[in-house]
């Protein structure tokens, strides 16, 4: 079975600060993708990254970074000086073919919601 | 040139209503699914369709019936609808949803979701 885990329901920064959201997962397959989706309060999902499981390169695009650890299954996302167009909840997701014949089944996390206050 | 699209927006009715959302991509995606997203924000996939056939099926109550006429797009009709079944709704859709080979994998785009009320 697969799982992820975003401990963190919510978190609160002031405008400037850096802040890390926290994703853990857990699979049995060798092969699996993880991604990172953003939910802006108007409620669209935006694609932020996708990482695969052979390819543990940290990545960085702007003030967001990702740190993948696999000898820890966590997935981790960084926004470096944040704004409050940052705020938003921010979901972790893995997906693995496992038992789909082939085909991707992507589990989400719960989410984090994000507030950043100017 | 909206990507993934969806309609209704929002729509709202009556408990035992029968209703449905359309959903389509220009993306010239082979792989379509359908999410729900409860009042915790918590997503969790329902149906996947690969070039009109289904090849993900959760456990769904037998109300709600994909239909997918053309691999561009993908319909989700609900019977009898029920107070629990309000929600947001979204559609996404991948070029291939197989696991291959490395980055053969493709991402999930979303639709910006229909939000369902039920009365």
């Known amino acids: 079975a697969q799982k992820v885990t975003q401990a963190q329901t919510e978190i609160s920064v002031v405008e400037k600060e850096d802040v890390t959201l926290d994703c853990v997962y857990e699979?049995?397959?060798?092969?699996?993708?993880l991604f990172w989706y953003k939910q802006p309060p108007s409620g669209e999902l935006v694609f932020l990254i996708r990482?695969?499981?052979?390819?543990?390169q940290n990545e960085i695009s702007g003030r967001y970074s990702w740190n993948f650890q696999k000898s820890t299954s966590s997935f981790n996302f960084t926004i470096t000086a944040s704004q409050v167009v940052d705020s938003a909840v921010y979901f972790c997701a893995l997906s693995e073919a496992g038992d789909s014949g082939g085909y991707q089944k992507v589990t989400f996390g719960t989410g984090t919601k994000l507030q950043v206050i100017p | 040139d909206t990507a993934v699209s969806q309609t209704p927006k929002y729509l709202v009715t009556q408990m035992g209503n029968d209703k449905s959302i359309k959903c389509e991509q220009n993306?010239?995606?082979?792989?379509m699914y359908w999410y729900k997203q409860d009042s915790k924000k918590f997503l969790k996939i329902m149906f996947s369709y690969n070039n009109k056939e289904l090849i993900i099926n959760e456990t769904v109550p037998n109300r709600f019936s994909p239909k997918s006429p053309d691999k561009a797009h993908l319909n989700l009709h609900i019977n009898s609808l029920e107070l629990g079944d309000s929600a947001v709704y979204f559609c996404?859709?991948?070029?291939?949803?197989?696991?291959?080979?490395?980055?053969?994998?493709?991402?999930?785009?979303f639709g910006p979701g229909t939000r369902l009320l039920v009365l």
């Open positions: 699979t049995r397959d060798t092969t699996y993708y």
């Open positions: 993306l010239g995606h082979d792989t």
């Open positions: 996404a859709s991948s070029q291939d949803g197989r696991q291959g080979p490395r980055d053969y994998q493709e991402t999930q785009y």
């Open positions: 990482r695969n499981s052979f390819d543990e």
